[in-house]
């Protein structure tokens, strides 16, 4: 890559130069992301993956600035219009904006004003009036009168069709009119009067008559009014004031006070209103659109970080229930490592009732397979099921957990899902997911497309292809920030490893059924397809309980396995002396290890590895249980305290499962006693949270919640900041009402009214 855009990603990024190209060479050479940030800490100077994923789009974005230029430059010269001083100007820039500008008077056209204008023969015209020269302008005009001009004021008109392109196509007035955009422009929406009616078009109402500016525009607001647009209820539009901008082109091309330059004032009106504001507006939507989508893909990708990192039960024997009225509740028993023992069907609740039933049958099923926990989703008639199970007197502790069955359904009905299971039906199947995803949340969810999983905030809307990207990354990144027991991990978990691929990873299955479980890493170069540069990659992240070696169990890198020994032959000890004896370790000097190749942060991650290797860096799983009599959104009512689990995260704020099959909104005003920007700052997914109830809207299916202390808990937010989120257990959009006026305000209105009349 050329040094040039490696600097400015440096400038960018507030980053080292050195550093970015050692990631940028690592990049080329195939290295993945989570083992650059790994194991590369000294080449990268300890960047993390975050940072070292934003090298890597920069590095991409200049790639295709690259590729965009060559394009250019065959196009411009092909016309026979390159000059040295155009292409050291292409050459030297490094904003695709700028690129575009420079080669816009230059691309080819398809017919328009100016190009009819111009095959008339009225270029010569449009020359003197631009030049603003002192002409009587009738006078010139008729000179250019023939059989295709019938008289001058159509000369003079196609010569302002020629100057009004000219200004759009001109850097000058892009540029400016583009600044005024960045400073001043709003985002305004307006509902279109045959629809505002519609019942679907009541989701926007907030957006009916909006205005503000853009810059302050959150990301789902934008990504709201742009799916009301699309849907054909709401009218979006990104403008400046008219009259300044006009204004401002005007001072910027108006060199004269003369009859030429009336035609060029009036030339530049027509360029602003019918060429340089769509184009500057267009351009401005697709920014915005790309601001709000990588925002969205953020949160999206967050939330899926927690709830892919979720707490594991852990090897334990589990019974799985997926609740349901009608067609009962489809009941699994897995052993400790997810493998299928049983299924049934239960009918505990309306229509069957037959509540004494599933009660034996749950008993006898616990007895027979030695049960020790039980999972039930989250779905319909959970708070029901969690009922039932809660009432069962077992003879020995059992723990119960709700399981967020989120793509579920999915999974029952996929690819993978009929290759695991091609014998049982989708609703075995998906009771089965529910019972793994208690065990280890990351093993099972990797095997359902994330944009599946519901934790996204307008996931459709947004570009599709960065966000499987950006949802693969996450996938990848904690894949391998768990790590992954390489004898019991399925095809569909070891394929997120880093180096590894659907077919490296197949081979791995293919291998350890073929010759048994691998006893040490260095048997994976013995799988097919898998060579030196993908065990480099992936070896760190494999893990091997109860190998010889026990670092083969740890996140140590075996090019770093001398380092270790070294340690221990310092110390004449044995490597296993260094995990087990905490006053061995306490002797090592991590200065004395430190070599032209093996830099400090490689010693200090090899001293915290050894401290507990292979320890799972999640969190312990905890019970939880809502609270007692509330089963429907009417059994709620305002100032109640509540237990709830929190669902999804949003920039406005947080959706909480308070047992009542809909979720309550915490608004990001009322997640904190104090002001929240972030609401990940304060809250995660799936923790368990108090909450008060503000306000219950049971026809809207709508539940306002706060987190504040009691003292501090007040009114709704203020009118517009509720949003379309995922309220709903579908995740369709959900807009709350706007708060209610305080009696202040309504004074106030009151007395406007009466001075009105």
């Keep these: 890559m050329n040094f040039k855009y490696i600097q400015q990603i440096g400038t960018d990024l507030s980053l080292n130069v050195k550093n970015v190209a050692s990631v940028e060479q690592l990049h080329v050479e195939g290295s993945t992301i989570p083992f650059i940030s790994r194991y590369r800490k000294e080449a990268t100077g300890n960047m993390d993956e975050v940072q070292v994923a934003n090298v890597i789009d920069k590095i991409k974005y200049y790639d295709e600035l ?15 219009k390159l000059t040295p001083e155009l292409k050291q100007r292409v050459e030297n820039t490094i904003s695709a904006t700028e690129l575009e500008d420079i080669y816009l008077p230059y691309k080819p056209k398809r017919k328009t004003k100016a190009t009819v204008a111009i095959e008339k023969g009225l270029e010569p015209l449009a020359s ?69 009616e519609e019942e679907d078009a009541q989701k926007y109402r907030d957006y009916f008559d909006f205005k503000e500016p853009l810059s302050q525009s959150p990301s789902h607001r934008i990504l709201a009014i742009r799916r009301g647009e699309k849907e054909g209820f709401l009218i979006m539009d990104i403008s400046i004031e008219k009259d300044s901008a006009i204004g401002e082109l005007k001072n910027t091309f108006i060199t004269s006070s003369n009859e030429a ?49 979720a707490s594991p039960l852990g090897q334990k024997r589990i019974l799985a229930i997926d609740p349901g009225f009608r067609t009962g509740c489809k009941v699994v028993c897995l052993d400790e490592s997810g493998t299928f023992l049983k299924y049934l069907t239960i009918f505990p609740h309306a229509p069957q009732n037959q509540w004494m039933e599933a009660v034996a049958a749950i008993k006898n099923l616990v007895a027979q397979y030695n049960i020790e926990a039980i999972g039930y989703g989250n779905g319909t008639a959970s708070k029901e099921t969690e009922k039932l199970v809660r009432s069962i007197d077992f003879g020995k502790s059992i ?28 609703t075995v199947r998906g009771a089965i997911s529910i019972g793994r ?4 949340p990351l093993s099972e969810l990797v095997k359902i497309d994330a944009k599946s999983i519901g934790v996204g905030q307008y996931q459709h809307d947004v570009n599709q292809t960065r966000l499987k990207e950006s949802l693969d990354n996450v996938v990848e990144s904690c894949v391998n920030f768990v790590g992954v027991d390489v004898n019991t991990a399925s095809k569909h978990l070891l394929m997120y490893v880093s180096g590894l691929t659907a077919t490296t990873a197949k081979n791995i299955v293919e291998h350890r059924t073929k010759n048994g479980a691998f ?28 190998a010889e070696n026990p670092l083969d169990n740890s996140a140590v890198h075996p090019e770093s396995y001398n380092v270790v020994k070294q340690m221990a032959a310092t110390l004449n000890c044995a490597v296993n002396d ?12 991590p200065k004395d290890f430190v070599t032209e190749t093996v830099g400090q942060y490689t010693i200090e991650d090899i001293l915290k590895e050894l401290e507990k290797p292979g320890r799972d860096p999640r969190e312990a799983i905890e019970e939880f249980s809502f609270a007692e009599g509330l089963f429907a959104i009417e059994d709620l009512k305002p100032a109640m305290k509540v237990p709830g689990i929190v669902t999804n995260i949003t920039n406005f704020g947080a959706f909480v499962d308070v047992g009542v099959k809909q979720d309550g909104l915490v608004h990001v005003s009322h997640l904190a006693n104090k002001f929240v920007a972030d609401p990940n700052e304060v809250v995660k997914l799936n923790q ?48 709350l009402k706007p708060q209610p006026k305080n009696s202040f305000h309504s004074s106030l209105d009151a007395l406007r009214k009466k001075f009105e009349n």
């Design 519 to 546: 006893k040490k890493r260095d048997e994976l170069l013995k799988v097919s397809m898998l060579g030196p540069k993908a065990y480099e990659q992936c070896a760190g992240f494999l893990r091997i309980p109860n």
């Design 128 to 196: 003197q009036l631009f030049a603003q020269q002192n002409i009587n302008v009738e006078v010139e005009a008729t000179k250019f009168i023939n059989e295709n001009v019938k008289d001058a004021n159509e000369a003079l008109q196609g010569a302002r069709d020629i100057m009004a392109e000219w200004i759009a196509e001109s850097e000058q007035a892009r540029t400016l009119i583009r600044s005024m955009f960045e400073q001043s422009a709003s985002l305004s929406s307006r509902v279109l009067t045959t629809k505002k």
């Design 688 to 735: 368990k949270v108090n909450v008060t109830v503000l306000e219950v809207d049971a026809a809207r299916k709508r539940i306002s919640l706060s987190m504040k202390d009691e003292s501090l808990v007040q009114s709704q937010p203020k009118k517009g900041q509720y949003e379309k989120g995922n309220g709903k257990k579908n995740n369709s959009p959900h807009l």
């Design 437 to 440: 995803r208690l065990l280890d």
């Design 261 to 309: 330059s009336k035609q060029l004032e009036l030339a530049i009106e027509d360029s602003y209103s019918r060429l340089l504001k769509p184009a500057i507006e267009t351009e401005f939507r697709m920014n915005s659109k790309a601001r709000a989508d990588e925002e969205a893909i953020r949160v999206f990708a967050e939330n899926l970080r927690q709830l892919l990192l």
């Design 399 to 426: 723990a119960i957990f709700m399981v967020n069955e989120s793509g579920a359904s999915i999974y029952s009905a996929s690819e993978v899902a009929r290759e695991e299971f091609p014998a049982e039906d989708v």
């Design 578 to 589: 260094l995990i087990t004896n905490i006053e061995v370790r306490k002797q090592i000097k």
């Design 66 to 80: 690259e590729k965009r230029k060559e394009t250019v430059l065959k196009t411009i010269e092909a016309a026979g």
